[in-house]
């Protein structure tokens, strides 16, 4: 069965220092590998998404960028974050192709900017 | 623009029936999910419609009218662990996820 996580759970970090997030998904091939970013009370944000290794679509134009280093691994980095970068962030996953495939999440990372 | 659109919060009492809703207004239509979140959680998947009509499962059913841009989730005998917040999301014409901000569910007593 397919199975993804992402770590860290939980991360308190100054303004101004880096980030990184790890996403990995296991059982599955090529999937398209999503980040999203979800504010308090608020709906899903899409910021990035994968269809392949080295393929990346930004949704939204920030101070954070994603990697895709293997087929099942993704990467979400900022080099400087800021207050506003507080959020929940998630990692998801569907099967590849276009036809309204179910997407799933990961366990979720808190993330707050002091 | 994309809009999807569904009641902020709701309150409803143990063992009585549920009915959120869910209108959207996107270019194109390939499907709508309904996804629960538990408050600190991440979003579980509870249905997929594409089709016209009611889809049971379990104690949980959706509904969907293409034609009125519509959608519901029907949760019956309510449950204590059934307060979250439930999310819809349409797939559009380019299969992109648009999401609503979700409907937080509140079950008391």
């Known amino acids: 069965s397919q199975t993804i996580h992402q770590w860290p759970a939980t991360l308190v970090q100054p303004v101004g220092s880096p980030l990184s997030l790890e996403c990995t998904v296991e059982g599955t091939s090529n999937p398209n590998l999503y980040w999203y970013r979800q504010a308090a009370g608020r709906g899903l944000q899409l910021l990035f998404y994968?269809?392949?290794?080295?393929?990346i679509s930004s949704e939204v134009p920030q101070n954070l960028s994603a990697s895709r280093p293997q087929d099942r691994q993704f990467i979400l980095s900022s080099k400087k974050l800021l207050l506003s970068d507080s959020g929940f962030y998630l990692c998801?996953?569907?099967?590849?192709?276009?036809?309204?495939?179910?997407?799933?999440f990961g366990e979720g990372s808190w993330l707050t900017v002091v | 623009g994309q809009n999807i659109d569904q009641p902020t919060e709701m309150t409803a009492t143990e063992g009585a029936i549920v009915q959120i809703n869910c209108t959207y207004q996107?270019?194109?239509?390939?499907?709508l999910f309904w996804y629960q979140q538990h408050a600190g959680e991440a979003p579980t998947f509870l249905s997929y419609?594409?089709l016209d009509g009611l889809e049971e499962k379990g104690r949980f059913s959706s509904f969907l009218s293409r034609s009125k841009g519509y959608s519901y989730l029907l949760l019956k005998e309510l449950q204590m662990k059934d307060s979250a917040s439930y999310l819809c999301a349409v797939v559009d014409s380019n299969y992109q996820l648009i999401w609503g901000a979700g409907t937080k569910l509140i079950i008391k007593p």
């Open positions: 996107t270019s194109g239509f390939n499907g």
């Open positions: 419609n594409v």
């Open positions: 998801a996953w569907d099967e590849p192709g276009n036809s309204g495939n179910t997407i799933y």
């Open positions: 994968s269809v392949g290794i080295g393929q």
